[in-house]
């Protein structure tokens, strides 16, 4: 903290600018021009490496979530996240006049090539579910480390049968991640689709049928043609993968997934719920089934992790490791009301390493909850926001293991992970 109080004296970082410090983070990419500005919240945050060893930042953007500003932006990093450049607009209005907000996006690197590829949801003029998530899945590339871009294309997301039945209507999704890459070179992102007003009236995000889907980037590896991408919907059928809502048990609340290739080729998705776990699901057949989502525990048969419903991203390491990234409380914690209170019990963010283990229906054992980054319960934002880590990224390189995240949707900054916080000594081999 010594180091940022002489760069505040310096003007380097203001004065103003030390509140992000107060999770100490080990980079800074963004601090926003004050609390109420066009720049105020600033999330879902996704940095990824380039083979040229440039760091882009992909981020979503405007002065209040949802709002008709809402944008997406990116920032470039030469020196490994010391320093990086002004966000540049790559999809939306941040004028907000157009109405066609831009939200959520998701970048791909292809490693041979380094083209760049951008993903996100992109409004076309009609709202269903809410603006931000009714949209197109839109795609735009880059061939030059994200210096220049590609103009806009879109790619088809199957119908299901909480669709909106009009096959000319946008879905309702959101994914929040970056697609994954199998050992078989499959391309693969989760994300969440809700229930069209068509077929589900009445319901805000947090109350209508939600459930788990995938996309799979047929031929991304190898086409050079970016206009000739290809992309399959999984699983296969017309529903994806559900989990009852305790308050309404017609409803399914299955959000926002993660997954993982086990070293038997199974995948391994996590999702948050309503439930005050994160619960977990199994596919033997590359995504195109999967067995019924459950509780997912710190070992077999041990105690469920606990979790409000907020994003719990599981990530794997190069040497087998697993992090889960959670909040670690049942959405009852700083005196929140219940799992959907976001402003009180996304605090702090915790990491969990991860082991496989032998055994075929939880194949994962976890050491304990160790303290990731907090902010001391300081209020942000224009909701009074204290989340902390909602949305984050994680990658390896160069032998160190960076974690970017946001902290009350507002600052944009990034950890170096210690030794100590990955340590697995203790997890069995």
Same mark, same amino acid.
């Given at each position: 903290m010594k180091r940022y109080a002489i760069l505040a004296m310096i003007g380097i970082v203001s004065l103003a600018g030390c509140d992000a410090l107060v999770s100490r983070p080990d980079r800074i990419v963004y601090i926003p021009a004050g609390w109420k500005g066009p720049d105020a919240t600033n999330q879902h945050f996704i940095v990824v490496p380039t083979p040229k060893r440039t760091f882009l930042a992909f981020w979503t953007q405007a002065h209040v979530e949802n709002g008709p500003d809402q944008h997406v932006v990116m920032s470039r990093s030469d020196d490994q996240g010391g320093t990086w450049t002004r966000p540049l607009t790559l999809a939306g209005d941040p004028s907000g006049k157009s109405g066609r907000i831009a939200s959520w996006q998701m970048p791909?690197?292809?490693?041979?090539?380094?083209?760049?590829?951008?993903? @996100? #949801?992109?409004?076309?003029?009609?709202? $269903?579910?809410?603006?931000?998530?009714?949209?197109? &899945?839109?795609? =735009? @590339?880059?061939?030059?480390?994200? !210096?220049?871009?590609?103009?806009?294309?879109?790619?088809? +997301? !199957?119908?299901?049968? +909480?669709?909106?039945?009009?096959?000319?209507?946008?879905? #309702?999704?959101?994914?929040?991640?970056?697609?994954? +890459?199998?050992?078989?070179?499959?391309?693969?992102?989760?994300?969440?689709? @809700?229930? %069209?007003?068509?077929?589900?009236?009445?319901?805000?995000?947090? $109350?209508?049928?939600?459930?788990?889907?995938?996309?799979?980037?047929?031929?991304? &590896? /190898? *086409? %050079?043609?970016?206009?000739?991408?290809?992309?399959?919907?999984?699983?296969?059928?017309?529903?994806?993968?559900?989990?009852? /809502?305790?308050? #309404?048990?017609?409803? %399914?609340?299955?959000?926002?997934?993660?997954?993982? *290739?086990?070293?038997?080729?199974? &995948?391994?998705?996590?999702?948050?719920?309503?439930?005050?776990?994160?619960?977990?699901?199994?596919?033997?057949?590359?995504?195109?089934? @999967?067995?019924?989502? =459950?509780? &997912? !525990?710190?070992?077999?048969?041990?105690p469920p992790i606990p979790q409000p419903l907020a994003s719990s991203p599981l990530y794997k390491l190069r040497d087998g490791r697993y992090l889960l990234i959670f909040h670690n409380n049942r959405g009852d914690a700083f005196g929140a009301k219940g799992v959907a209170d976001s402003a009180k019990n996304r605090r702090p963010v915790f990491v969990a390493v991860g082991r496989e283990v032998a055994d075929k229906d939880h194949p994962l054992v976890f050491s304990r909850p160790r303290l990731l980054a907090d902010n001391n319960g300081r209020t942000g934002g224009r909701k009074g926001t204290t989340q902390i880590g909602t949305y984050p990224s994680l990658f390896e390189f160069e032998g160190r293991v960076y974690f970017w995240y946001p902290d009350r949707k507002h600052y944009l900054l990034g950890k170096i992970l210690t030794a100590e916080l990955l340590d697995d000594a203790g997890l069995p081999r």
């Open positions: 791909f690197v292809v490693p041979h090539s380094g083209r760049v590829y951008l993903f @996100w #949801n992109q409004n076309v003029g009609v709202v $269903d579910a809410r603006e931000d998530t009714t949209g197109a &899945l839109a795609c =735009r @590339w880059s061939d030059d480390d994200g !210096r220049t871009w590609s103009d806009v294309r879109t790619l088809p +997301i !199957r119908k299901s049968a +909480i669709s909106d039945p009009d096959p000319n209507a946008p879905e #309702n999704w959101v994914a929040y991640q970056g697609p994954i +890459i199998t050992r078989s070179g499959e391309v693969m992102v989760g994300f969440t689709r @809700w229930a %069209s007003k068509k077929v589900q009236p009445k319901g805000g995000l947090f $109350d209508r049928d939600s459930e788990i889907w995938f996309l799979r980037f047929d031929n991304i &590896l /190898s *086409e %050079s043609d970016p206009t000739k991408l290809r992309v399959t919907t999984l699983p296969d059928g017309d529903h994806g993968l559900r989990v009852q /809502s305790p308050d #309404n048990p017609e409803v %399914s609340v299955a959000q926002e997934p993660t997954f993982q *290739e086990l070293s038997d080729g199974r &995948l391994i998705a996590v999702m948050r719920t309503r439930t005050g776990y994160v619960h977990y699901a199994l596919s033997a057949d590359g995504g195109h089934t @999967w067995d019924q989502p =459950r509780p &997912l !525990r710190f070992a077999p048969g041990g």
